[in-house]
């Protein structure tokens, strides 16, 4: 079994994707094609090696879908870049310093994608990182950023404590600033507000306090303010605009304003001789304010992944030399045997040689009851070992253990942008400097057209427009809710791969389920024993356990399983045969056994005087049991639904989706289940390679379609769904074979992704309402539409004010999501 990650280029819609996918369906050993629409990549998932890695790549040649060609459903081309090196594309976390709103992000994006060897890059700006999938060399994606006018570093493996501790240095000194800020700016407001006087007159001793004043207010913008400064001179050097450059201009413009004054006063009319200097302290003091309480929220935001990360065992107990040795977890190595005793956990994943214990595996699968282990089981590290102690051998370490996976995946996804998202991006192209011509044309209003003091008033209302429409929410919007979300669904066990999946789960309308393993428990179980006249059930059972002792086949495994259960003796048989589609015979005491089907008995002169039907209307497979000619019971073997299958169904439906179960059963025993589990539609007799044209087929007919399966056998079809669900349990489950992992082998977990899915949508919508609404209707007001109403302008203070608590707002609703519970029970 292995996979490959193969760069594709020019794929932009569902349609390109399923192209893509019938393109490499064709060859031999493919078992699993996810395409990758935002980061341009497809994985193919094999299950053996006859398909080469360039077989691979000529498909996707073919299919018009290769780096450098033209796709075939696009006319128009596309620029790409040669490769900077050879082999498999590869992921580099860059940690980004300097961005502070949506038009930082485009920029960043835009450099890095420019550079050749990359494939895709985005940046997320709630944590500050940019992930880049290619080629290029990580110094080179460093100095395409250091060009753009920002900084970037290698983000490597356990900077997460540096980072945090990086983050409260940040914090402290934002805190630092705001003081400084309004420690000037709050009492020359206050003497503004208790009546005192704020003109300057020529000659007069206040002018000379005024300057020093000035000259306080300018050590502030070169300290507190100095970032803002920095960020504006950069991003002007690269030809961009940005929110330094809208509070610089704000806060630069009131304080020259105010320098005019106490210099040249005469050079301006009585009325216009009013200072500003709390204006420029006020701002800077009260936007650091605001960027501190949004750091702080941002490092809420991050929970999930360091409860994940602290899940992690520090130290092992290894056994080398024949001696139990205590050692950092970071030392063992793959092979060596490690001790475990109650209460400890599992350090790293591996496969239990001795012992038998009770693992509670909820940090993985989101399900609470312990998981028994016996040797030739495995174990998954993180988890929390609470019975007897274990011995086992390790079989994966560091970065691939289990944990270290999801870790990686919550992270990744966490950074991806659902198509939502988008919108900010595109509006944050033109915002900066539509606001800053809109900025221009309200002062060219008031100087022209406004009363006296036309150019108090048109400092006013340029600095107040300027400083308000700082797009910092709307660079938050989106990034902020995705991290909530993806991290609260990593706590129910669902590993969430995209953006877009994320987005497209609040969406579905229909729901194809696998029957096998996904609504049942996936192996056959004895449901029923129905006995003649003089029979006992346990009787029955014992011989029927007996003939099937030489066995494998799974009807036989479960008899031998609930005799195994009911802790019966079996007897010794002989001259045993298992005859294919009927069944097996066998002498036991002397005497002549069959157990097969009704067909074969009856042809054999058994006489069935007991009636099967019941056993076959709950979709069980009835097994009859004789003696020579006489029919001493039936035993019904069936694939039981899962406990919790009917009400997680339930709750599917009562979300509004029409739910479908696919099978290749028969079409009785099909709907018998489906009865059982609360299903309205079915799809039987369907073969695997035919499950994906049944999921294109409801596509076709306009509907939104998730497929649940096992992420292995059903990979065509999850691949070919708009939201593809692959549900197992613990390590078993295949993480890359869909959009949406469920680690645990509940369908809850999908009832439960969808509800985390809806919830972080709607929250993004919220944020971005507010962001763009907060924007559309601030301007205005700033430029002084109301003037005429209240005969007063918007103060730059409170503009700046309204700018910061606009970005905390969004951090703080984005944060609701972390109290965020699905609902367990259906609606009655």
């Known amino acids: 079994m292995s996979h490959h990650i193969l760069p594709i280029a020019g794929a932009t819609c569902q349609g390109c994707a399923n192209k893509i996918r ?70 580099i976390i860059l940690n980004i310093t300097g961005a502070t709103c949506a038009s930082c992000v485009r920029t960043i994006e835009s450099a890095l994608r420019n550079t050749p060897g990359v494939d895709q890059a985005d940046m997320n700006f709630a944590d500050r990182t940019a992930r880049v999938r290619g080629h290029a060399r990580p110094d080179t994606l460093i100095q395409a950023v250091e060009a753009a006018g920002y900084g970037a570093s290698e983000a490597n493996e356990g900077d997460d404590e540096a980072q945090e501790a990086q983050q409260q240095a940040h914090y402290r000194q934002l805190l630092r600033h705001m003081w400084l800020g309004l420690g000037l700016g709050v009492p020359l407001m206050a003497w503004g507000l208790l009546g005192g006087d704020m003109m300057v007159r020529p000659g007069e001793p206040s002018q000379w306090i005024w300057l020093a004043i000035g000259v306080a207010t300018l050590a502030i913008l070169a300290t507190a303010g100095r970032h803002f400064f920095i960020g504006a001179w950069k991003a002007c050097r690269n030809h961009n605009a940005n929110m330094d450059t809208l509070i ?105 040689q001795e012992g038998q214990s009770r693992i509670d595996e909820s940090m993985l699968t989101g399900e609470p009851m312990p998981v028994e282990k016996t040797p030739g089981d495995r174990v998954s590290a993180g988890t929390l070992n609470e019975g007897g102690t274990l011995l086992y051998k390790a079989t994966a370490v560091g970065r691939d253990t289990a944990l270290s996976q999801i870790v990686a995946l919550v992270k990744k996804a966490q950074g991806s942008k659902p198509p939502i998202g988008r919108l900010a991006d595109q509006v944050s192209a033109v915002f900066v400097p539509t606001i800053m011509i809109i900025a221009v044309i309200s002062a060219l209003v008031w100087f022209n057209l406004g009363p006296d003091p036309r150019i108090t008033h048109m400092l006013i209302s340029a600095t107040t427009v300027l400083i308000i429409a700082c797009p910092c929410a709307l660079g938050l919007a989106t990034p902020m809710s995705v991290m909530v979300g993806v991290g609260k669904a990593a706590e129910h066990g669902i590993l969430i791969r995209q953006g877009e999946a994320l987005q497209t789960s609040s969406t579905l309308d229909t729901i194809v389920l696998d029957k096998t393993g996904t609504i049942t428990e996936g192996k056959p179980a ?11 059930e346990t009787s029955v059972l014992q011989l029927a356990a007996s003939l099937e002792r030489g066995s494998e086949h799974p009807l036989a495994m479960a008899i031998l ?62 097994l009859f049991l004789s003696e020579g000619n006489t029919l001493l019971g039936i035993i019904g073997v069936a694939d039981r639904i899962k406990d919790d299958s009917r009400a997680a169904i339930a709750r599917l439906k009562d979300a509004g989706l029409t739910v479908i179960m696919i099978t290749g059963d028969i079409e009785a025993s099909a709907r018998a289940i489906a009865k059982q589990a609360g299903v309205d539609e079915v799809m039987a007799e369907v073969l695997p390679e035919d499950k994906a044209k049944k999921v294109l087929a409801l596509q076709q007919e ?49 009832a439960d992704a969808m509800a985390i899915s809806t919830a972080t949508v709607r929250n993004i ?64």
Not at 526 to 536: H, S
Not at 582 to 587: E, I, N
Not at 719 to 742: K, N, P
Not at 782 to 797: D, Q
């Open 526 to 536: 004895v449901t029923d024993i129905v006995c003649a006249d003089g029979q006992q």
């Open 561 to 622: 399983n609930e005799a195994a259960q009911r802790q019966l003796s079996l007897e010794s048989a002989s001259q045993f045969q298992a005859l294919n589609g009927k069944g097996v015979t066998a002498t036991l005491a002397g005497k002549a056994y069959r157990l097969g089907n009704r067909r074969w008995l009856e042809s054999e002169g058994v006489s069935i005087t007991l009636d099967s039907q019941p056993l076959t209307d709950k979709g069980a497979t009835p």
């Open 22 to 91: 019938r393109a490499l369906q064709t060859l031999p050993g493919v078992r699993g094609i996810e395409v990758d629409l935002e980061t341009q990549q497809v994985q193919v998932h094999q299950d053996d090696d006859r398909t080469s890695k360039a077989q691979l790549q000529d498909a996707i040649a073919g299919a018009g879908y290769a780096p450098a060609k033209t796709p075939a459903c696009h006319t128009t081309s596309q620029a790409t870049h040669p490769p900077a090196e050879t082999g498999d594309a590869v992921d």
């Open 248 to 352: 610089a201009l704000g806060t630069g413009a009131a304080w020259w304003y105010s320098m005019v004054v106490v210099l040249v006063p005469t050079a301006l009319p009585e009325a216009a001789r009013h200072v500003y200097f709390e204006a420029s302290a006020m701002i800077i003091g009260l936007i650091n304010l605001g960027q501190a309480l949004e750091v702080r929220a941002r490092g809420k935001t991050s929970a999930a992944v360091k409860r994940l990360l602290d899940l992690g065992a520090k130290t092992a107990r290894v056994m080398r030399d024949g001696k139990e040795t205590d050692i950092p977890v970071e030392q063992v190595q793959t092979g060596d045997l490690l001790r475990v005793r109650p209460g400890e956990k599992i350090a790293v994943d591996g496969e239990v």
């Open 765 to 828: 919508k919220q944020n971005l309402f507010g962001a763009f609404v907060y924007n559309s209707l601030g301007v205005p007001v700033a430029a002084g539409v109301l003037y005429p109403f209240t005969g007063s302008l918007l103060s730059p203070v409170i503009a700046g004010a309204a700018m910061s608590l606009s970005s905390v707002t969004v951090v703080t609703n984005a944060n609701r999501l972390r109290l965020f519970t699905p609902r367990k029970e259906p609606k009655s």
């Open 702 to 750: 306009g509907r939104t379609v998730a497929m649940v399966g096992d992420g292995i056998n059903d990979a065509p079809a999850l691949a070919q769904a708009d939201v593809g669900f692959a549900i197992g349990t613990g390590t078993d489950v295949a993480i890359e074979s869909a959009a949406i992992t469920l680690m645990g082998g509940s369908l809850h977990g999908v």
